[in-house]
């Protein structure tokens, strides 16, 4: 066992005596009157001085790009790091999951291209003109952009796959990202028969008309994925999703071509000759899901070539062991939080429906009192080394321009805690060291989170024994981690959420746009927080309007709002991350950032047919 290993083992049996000394001297609510004591064990707890291996890492210290000169031709083998099969939802009007994106980035691509200010720019597969008022585009699309059947990319293509999402029988999560275009929802409600914004003037000229100007609209507001219609205008909406069009045989436009699917296991492709931006440098790849556990045994013995995810846990372990691989890094754009239920989602109306009298969690200063009970620093040096960091608010530090670090918020503070719930009337009525709601009725949390790795259960149990720590009582939904789909499916991804799941863990993977309606709007499915009011929506509202053009207005909003979720917690977030991905020796054209790639997939390479290994 490696020493970080055994040292988060050791950090994690350390907090459970404490946990247990702490409910044993009578728990959390007695604690709130010792200002000294409580404070400091925990401080201890997450003090440099008990660093898990004597090191932390920063995510600075990584390139995000590897380049070289590739031989011709090769096979590059990519593993899927996932703790259960991949969905196999393989077509971006449909997929719900990171796992499935991974595998479409492969075969299929935006029509839209961005800079490094997450804004639009010439160099996608579609230019653009838009009018002086700032509410009209309209896009070419290149003529040499063609379908791997050979059929090319049409207009008719790109309003079809916005149609199929505006449909009423359309069963995927994405109607969110269409309804600033005129006459979408007349056309979803069944008022109109077309889309009124969407004009096609020719077979490769397509003008969109939004309802009104936004700065989101520049920066990935726009839905840019064609859908072709020759093969799917056939199918029902409601059964596309599900066809075999999409888990079978799904073709693109990106610079592979999917050959075979081994369904949940893996994906090989071929080289698309034909992809727009001139023919990839490789014959072939094959993407194979990897379990998290065995992921540096892949990449030692050379299994596989790269992966799309490194648990960072585990990077101590193998920083000189991987001798065959360079691993790069960067900021994510991710980030990790804790999330209260709240409500449901309406599925008739399409929208949230918030009901805090009848949720658990409906009290914000409960909520409030359990983000104060967590040490997200500590969780960020003991569990991932520093490659994972405290994280303030739901605009995470990805977004530079945006991002608001002045906000105060709740960190680790137990005293704090304690008093907020004791204001509150959470008291424990009957000694046995928990609280009861201010009804004197018993408060029992159930907490969704997800298996997969060597942290999750230990951190699933931090965060449990954190709560405890101030008379929370807390338990796992069924008394177990969730696999991924499970989890995804309780928590409300198809709208049918479980009512007896209080609290979940997750994370949230942000676009090129800071907009961040598609996880906090009112009519996002992915809101399975079911959290919303009047404030909520005017801001986000106000954050994409024409005033928010300026960028001055626009961070102005976005600060009013990050301050605005800090106060009314309807989630918190746990942790910024930070994203490495080792690479072997011999691949070369490599680059993980997402936005103003300087190397794109087509021109990824290999140096030799065999994958180094490690020594």
């Keep these: 066992m490696g020493k970080a290993n055994l040292s988060k083992i050791l950090f994690v049996m350390m907090l459970m005596l404490f946990l247990v000394l702490a409910a044993c001297s009578g728990g959390g609510s007695e604690g709130a ?130 149609e199929v999402i505006a449909d009423p029988d359309y069963d995927g999560p994405r109607y969110g ?53 020759h093969i799917f205008e056939d199918i029902p909406v409601a059964d596309m999703s599900s066809s075999d069009a999409v888990r079978v045989n799904p073709i693109g436009m990106g610079p592979f071509k999917v050959e075979s699917i081994t369904p949940g296991e893996s994906v090989t492709y071929s080289k698309n000759e034909d992809y727009w931006q001139g023919e990839p440098n490789l014959d072939s790849v094959t993407v194979k899901v990897i379990a998290p556990e065995t992921v540096t045994q892949a990449l030692e013995t050379g299994e596989v070539d790269l992966v799309n995810s490194f648990p960072t846990d585990q990077y101590p372990d193998v920083e000189e062991s991987l001798t065959n691989v360079e691993f790069l890094g960067r900021v994510d754009r991710s980030y ?30 409960l909520r409030r009192a359990m983000w104060y009970a967590v040490d997200n620093d500590a969780v960020g040096e003991r569990f991932y080394n520093g490659l994972r960091w405290n994280a303030t608010t739901l605009i995470p530090s990805f977004y530079e321009v945006y991002h608001d670090d002045s906000i105060e918020t709740p960190t680790y503070d137990p005293d704090t805690a304690n008093q907020i719930l004791d204001e509150a009337g959470y008291e424990d009525v009957n000694g046995d060291g928990f609280r009861e709601n201010p009804d004197g009725e018993e408060l029992v949390l159930n907490y969704a989170s997800q298996e997969g790795g060597d942290t999750a259960e230990p951190l699933a149990n931090y965060y449990i024994q954190s709560w405890e720590q101030i008379g929370i009582k807390v338990e796992k939904i069924d008394g177990r981690l969730l696999e991924v789909n499970d989890f995804y499916d309780r928590i409300g991804e198809q709208g049918n959420d479980d009512p007896d799941i209080d609290i979940y863990s997750a994370a949230w993977s942000v676009g090129t746009d800071v907009n961040p309606t598609n996880l906090w709007g009112p009519n996002v499915i992915f809101n399975f927080t079911r959290w919303e009011d009047e404030e909520n929506t005017r801001l986000q509202e106000e954050g994409v309007s024409s005033e928010a053009i300026d960028l001055e207005y626009r961070q102005e909003v976005y600060s009013e709002w990050q301050e605005y979720m800090v ?37 990824v390479g290999v140096t030799q047919e065999e994958p180094a290994v490690a020594e």
């Design 33 to 162: 009157d010792d200002s000294g004591s409580e404070e400091a064990e925990g401080g201890d707890a997450g003090s440099e001085s008990e660093e898990a291996d004597g090191k932390v890492y920063d995510v600075a210290d990584f390139s995000p790009i590897k380049e070289g000169e590739p031989m011709d031709g090769g096979n590059l083998n990519f593993g899927l790091v996932s703790p259960t099969v991949f969905s196999g939802t393989l077509n971006f009007n449909f997929y719900s999951d990171a796992v499935d994106s991974e595998i479409l980035d492969w075969f299929d691509e935006s029509l839209l291209d961005v800079d490094e200010t997450f804004n639009m720019n010439q160099e996608g597969a579609a230019t653009w003109e838009v009018n002086e008022e700032g509410d009209e585009f309209t896009f070419t699309i290149r003529d040499e952009v063609n379908w791997h059947d050979g059929e090319p990319v049409t207009a008719e293509d790109w309003a079809f796959a916005i």
């Design 177 to 229: 990202n269409v309804t600033d275009i005129v006459g979408v929802e007349e056309y979803h409600d069944g008022e109109a028969d077309s889309i009124e914004g969407l004009e096609i003037m020719d077979e490769k000229t397509l003008k969109m008309t939004f309802k009104q100007a936004t700065p989101s609209l520049l920066s990935g507001g726009i839905w840019s994925y064609a859908l072709p219609k």
């Design 336 to 365: 990790s939080y804790v999330g209260f239920k709240l409500g449901s989602w309406d599925e008739e109306n399409g929208k949230v429906d918030m009901d805090l009298e009848n949720s658990k969690v409906g009290d914000v200063e």
């Design 567 to 603: 106060d009314q917690v309807p989630a918190f977030p746990t942790v910024y991350r930070a994203e490495l991905a080792p690479v072997n020796e011999r691949v070369v054209n490599w680059d993980i950032r997402q936005e103003d790639q300087e190397l794109e997939r087509y021109e």
